[in-house]
């Protein structure tokens, strides 16, 4: 697994878990959220790599960063960000080889943010 700080932005975290005054777990059902919503986008990827469909391709790791960002899941997004680029310049061999790299680090994001749930 990667380490924790290279995953997880902090600052995004901690201002998730401000707006849960109340505690009624804002940022575990957003965890949830991701942990469900992010395995279909990435075979959708997967699919639209295979096809060498580069608007899909580019549509999709947009898709996928802006979701990751918007929990904090900085690195993932990085990575969706670098495929969304080099999809929209028509480079589809560079996207094939973080797509491994990406399954993985979904899960090691997954558990990152689990861990900060308190």
Known sequence: MLNKQYLIDEETVAGIKALDEDGEGLFAGLIGMFKTDTPPRLEALRLALDSSDSASIAGIAHSLKSGSLS??????????????????????????????????????TCRALEQQIE
Do not use: K, M, W
Not at 73 to 101: H, K, M, T, V, W
């Open 71 to 108: 929990i904090g899941a900085g690195y993932f997004a990085s990575l969706c960000a670098s495929i969304e680029q080099q999809a929209r310049r028509g480079d589809l061999n560079s996207p094939q080889s973080l797509d491994s790299l990406l399954a993985a680090v979904f899960t090691d």
